[in-house]
Nanobody
Framework: QVQLVESGGGLVQPGGSLKLACAAT????????MAWYRQAPGGQRDLVAR???????DYEDSAKGRFTISRDNTKNTMYLQMNNLKPEDTAVYFC????????????WGQGTQVTVSS
């Protein structure tokens, strides 16, 4: 059974930092492309950052220079270091694991809430 479990969310003041983690079980983690998405209230689920099985990364424009995605294949875990957080970063952050185009190899976590507020 595939499980993606996010952790590390919480309440932080503007300018603060958080580090999210996504622990994966039930998949051959090292061959999957991993990604973080976020969904604000009333909004759609948008890509924040992605890291492929070779370690190549890409970021949504507002995340560039502030967020860093990484993975540890020995721990089957992906991370998102978020610095200089802004109120507009407030959202539920979801972990995604994807391999190819099949829905059978496209998996989601339950999400972790990040709230940026003073």
């Amino acid at each position: 059974q595939v499980q993606l479990v996010e952790s590390g969310g919480g309440l932080v003041q503007p300018g603060g930092s958080l580090k999210l983690a996504c622990a994966a079980t039930g998949i051959p983690f090292k061959i999957y492309t991993m990604a973080w998405y976020r969904q604000a209230p009333g909004g759609q689920r948008d890509l924040v950052a992605r890291i492929d099985n070779f370690g190549s990364t890409d970021y949504e424009d507002s995340a560039k220079g502030r967020f860093t995605i990484s993975r540890d294949n020995t721990k089957n875990t992906m991370y998102l270091q978020m610095n200089n957080l802004k109120p507009e970063d407030t959202a539920v952050y979801f972990c995604n694991a994807k391999l190819g185009m099949s829905t059978l190899t496209n998996h989601w976590g339950q999400g972790t809430q990040v709230t940026v507020s003073s």
